[in-house]
Nanobody, 124 residues
Framework: QLQLVESGGGLVQPGGSLRLSCAAS????????IGWFRQAPGKEREGVSC????????YYADFAKGRFTISSDNAKNTVYLQMNSLKPEDTAVYYC?????????????????WGQGTQVTVSS
């Protein structure tokens, strides 16, 4: 059974950092491109960043460029999202997803699998 389990969320002050982890089971990372979406209260779910371990390709939403870094550890079957210089507007539930591509971030109904989400709160 394919499963995505997120961890690493929490409360952080503006300007701080967090690293989210997404542990995949039931498949290997070379089968699906994995990535992150987020959903803030009252807003639609939006794509954050994706990574394809097959070719190393990555995608970042404009708001993530220069602050967030996505990476993968194939031995651990885990994808990470390092988030630096966090802002209050980054507050959201962050979801791990497969398949995460340039197409699915525009059409999230095409995402095949979702994790349960992890809360990130940026506040002083």
């Amino acid at each position: 059974q394919l499963q995505l389990v997120e961890s690493g969320g929490g409360l952080v002050q503006p300007g701080g950092s967090l690293r989210l982890s997404c542990a995949a089971s039931g498949f290997t990372l070379d089968y699906y491109a994995i990535g992150w979406f987020r959903q803030a209260p009252g807003k639609e779910r939006e794509g954050v960043s994706c990574i394809s371990t097959n070719d190393g390709g990555t995608y970042y939403a404009d708001f993530a460029k220069g602050r967030f870094t996505i990476s993968s550890d194939n031995a651990k079957n885990t994808v990470y999202l390092q988030m630096n210089s966090l802002k209050p507007e980054d507050t959201a539930v962050y979801y791990c997803a497969a398949d995460c591509t340039v197409t699915t971030v525009q059409h999230i109904q095409l995402v095949d699998y979702w994790g349960q989400g992890t809360q990130v709160t940026v506040s002083s």
